[in-house]
């Protein structure tokens, strides 16, 4: 059984940083892409930033670039998300997915196991 555990999440003051792990087990890590998404109250689950099995190909999403680092460490089954220069607009439920794909994707759809969620909530 696949299962994706986040954690990193809370509360934290405009211009703070955060960062957010996912760790993966019951299947084999190394070998997919990995991808970030979160959801706001009200509002459809989007895009945040992807990295593929080696970590050499990243996608993020415009409102994050610049701010927001993914990453991945194969030998721990972990992804990461480092988030700097928070924004209050940046508060959501923050998602990590598996891809079967040596490559990453913008698109959900291709992503077949999901964490549970971490809450990441930016005061202003």
């Known amino acids: 059984q696949v299962e994706l555990v986040e954690s990193g999440g809370g509360l934290v003051q405009a211009g703070g940083s955060l960062r957010l792990s996912c760790t993966v087990s019951?299947?084999?890590?190394?070998?997919?892409?990995m991808g970030w998404f979160r959801q706001a109250p009200g509002k459809e689950r989007e895009f945040v930033a992807a990295?593929?099995?080696?970590?050499?190909?990243?996608y993020y999403a415009d409102s994050v670039k610049g701010r927001f680092t993914i990453s991945r460490d194969n030998a721990k089954n972990t992804v990461y998300l480092q988030m700097n220069s928070l924004k209050a607009e940046d508060t959501a439920v923050y998602y990590c997915?598996?891809?079967?794909?040596?490559?990453?994707?913008?698109?959900?759809?291709?992503?077949?196991?999901w964490g549970q969620g971490t809450q990441v909530t930016v005061s202003s």
């Open positions: 997915a598996a891809s079967p794909k040596y490559s990453p994707t913008t698109d959900s759809r291709s992503y077949g196991n």
């Open positions: 019951g299947r084999p890590f190394s070998t997919v892409a």
């Open positions: 990295i593929g099995w080696s970590g050499g190909t990243k």
